[in-house]
C-alpha cells in the first residue's frame, strides 16, 4: 500500500479511538525487537543483545474509521539562542564521549525532529531544525541512546523519560521548552495511565539529567553531590 500514511496495530487504532473496517487487510511489516543473545558464550557475550526482526500487522489510517487523530500539540522551538547553541555544541561532545554518532541532516525521518538508531548507535537529526531545537531533540535522543540501547520497555515510557530528561537538562541551560516538552510528554503519557507512568519513570529522569548536567559542567556538581 504505497499511499500508506500512518499505520497502527489493530489494538493501537482502538487505543486512539478507532476501528479497523471490517474486511480491511493487514499490511505486514518488518519491526526491530532486541533480543538477549544466546547464553552458552563467554561472559562477555551474554550481556550484549542482537536485533531480529519480526513480521506484524499494521493497517493504514485510511483503513480505520472513528474520532480524528488530535492535531501534534507540541510547537516546535523556533529560536536560535546563545544557550541553544551552547548546549547543542556541549551535548555533541558528551555524544562523541559516548561513542554516539550524531548525523545532522538526516533525511527520512517523516514528521520526527529526530531519530536514535541503536543497531548504528547514531543519533539522526532532521534537516532544518533551529538552534533550540536542536538542542532539545539532541538532548532527547541522547537519553534514549544512554537508557534505551535495548528497546526492551514500553514506549511510551521511553518517550516520557527521554523527553523529561531534555526538558530537565534544557532548562538547567537556560533553555525554557516547556511548549514542546510538557505537550510532548502528555502525549505519550496519556496513552496509557498516564499518572501511574510518571510516578514510575520520575526518578530515572531525575538520575539521568543528573548525569549529563554533571558531564556539562563538572565543577559545578561535584560540590551538590
Ligand atoms: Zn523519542
Known amino acids: 500500500m504505497p499511499t500508506a500514511t ?8 482502538l ?8 474486511g480491511e ?13 544466546s547464553e552458552g558464550e563467554d561472559a562477555e557475550d551474554e550481556a550484549q543483545t542482537v536485533t531480529r526482526f519480526r513480521v ?10 472513528g474520532a480524528p487523530l488530535p492535531e501534534h500539540p507540541c510547537q516546535a522551538l523556533t529560536t536560535a539562542s546563545e544557550r541553544g547553541a551552547w548546549l547543542c555544541g556541549r551535548l ?5 564521549t559516548e ?3 550524531v548525523r545532522e541532516g538526516m533525511t527520512g525521518l517523516g514528521r520526527a525532529h529526530g531519530a536514535f538508531i541503536p543497531g548504528a548507535n547514531t543519533i539522526g537529526l532532521a534537516p532544518g531544525l533551529s538552534t533550540d531545537q536542536a538542542a532539545k531533540t539532541l538532548c532527547h535522543e541522547l537519553a534514549h541512546a544512554l537508557l534505551h540501547g535495548h528497546g526492551d520497555r514500553p514506549r511510551e515510557e521511553q518517550e516520557a523519560e527521554a523527553e523529561g530528561v531534555a526538558f530537565v537538562v534544557a532548562a538547567w541551560a537556560g533553555l525554557d521548552t516547556s511548549v514542546y516538552s510538557f505537550a510532548y510528554v502528555a ?3 496519556g496513552r496509557k495511565d498516564g499518572a501511574a507512568l510518571i510516578r514510575r519513570v520520575g526518578s530515572t529522569i531525575q538520575r539521568t539529567a543528573a ?3 554533571g558531564r556539562l559542567a563538572p565543577e559545578e556538581t561535584s560540590q551538590s553531590a
Not at 15 to 22: A, D
Not at 92 to 96: D, F, M, R, Y
Request: hydrophobic residues 45%; glycine residues 10%; proline residues 2%.
Open 6 to 13: 500512518r499505520v497502527c496495530g489493530f489494538h493501537g487504532w
Open 15 to 22: 487505543r486512539l479511538g478507532r476501528y479497523v473496517r471490517k
Open 25 to 37: 487487510h493487514g499490511l505486514k511489516i518488518l519491526t526491530p525487537v532486541a533480543m538477549r543473545r
Open 56 to 65: 506484524v500487522t499494521v493497517f493504514d489510517i485510511s483503513q480505520t474509521e
Open 92 to 96: 555533541l561532545e558528551v555524544a562523541c
Open 99 to 101: 561513542g554516539v554518532q
Open 187 to 189: 502525549d505519550w503519557a
Open 211 to 213: 548525569s549529563i548536567i
